[in-house]
């Protein structure tokens, strides 16, 4: 045991980016499964319901955590997915007219780790006041430090900002709709993300749900500052990385999502980055 425990660290010291690096979930058709990688076998798929007799109220969760956290990172990883959990009703009284329904279900859908990070993200679903809707929020935490991972510390966020707009713009069922609620007054530069605020600041989303109505090229700016400097908002993977940018366009019109492939994050990584993280 101490000779393997001594080669591990011998190896994370010599090759680190060997040492972990796994997309740990597999979903299909809305079943969550873990995968068999070397990097994951540390962690343990969980599930609950609430026990209700009314098949109108429906709550559950499907999420992963460490059997046994090893070291700052996945603590917090941890205390992360159990304060999401904590949110969901399992177990209080629920007040629901028999004609109304009342559904919250939390799925984690991707978990990424390597020696650098653990990147989760989650998607709840919430129905039907006044309508249903999924929501999706992540987590990044330092692998080694009790600390969450800027995506600035990876990418010019100048650049990933470019990158997206023009993602967007080019749509081919929502790109006309998104330039007119989206104007651009010119091409992103990194110090627009150096802003610092002083006072209370409105939030630009509440969740999926962009709070200004009125398009500008002050509110597209302010917006995606906001979404590009939320760790929250960036989920990562072997294959690349996802935004998510929410109903910029309204319900109806669906969520908005920047995708990156592995090539396309390189294209805008800072010099020296490793990709993928």
Known sequence: MGVRLFVGLLLVVLMPRLAVAADCLAVRQGDVALVAAAGCSDLRL???KRIDARPNVAVAATWVEFAQPSGPGEWRYNDWVHAQLATLNFDRPIALAPDLTSEDRFTLVSLYRSDRLISARAARRVCCAPQADTIYGSVNVDSARWTLFSPDELVSLGAAADACWRQFADDGQRGEAFVRGWPLQRPWLDR?????????????????????????????????????KDQARWSFGDRGATVDFGELLGYAAGPFFCKFANAELKAIAHPGAAIPP
Do not use: N, Q, W, Y
């Open 46 to 48: 969980m599930s609950r």
């Open 192 to 228: 627009d993300f150096e802003i610092r605020r002083i006072g209370h600041v409105m939030r630009e989303l509440i969740g999926p749900v962009v709070v200004d109505p009125h398009p500008s090229k002050e509110r597209t700016r302010r917006l995606f500052v906001a979404v590009l």
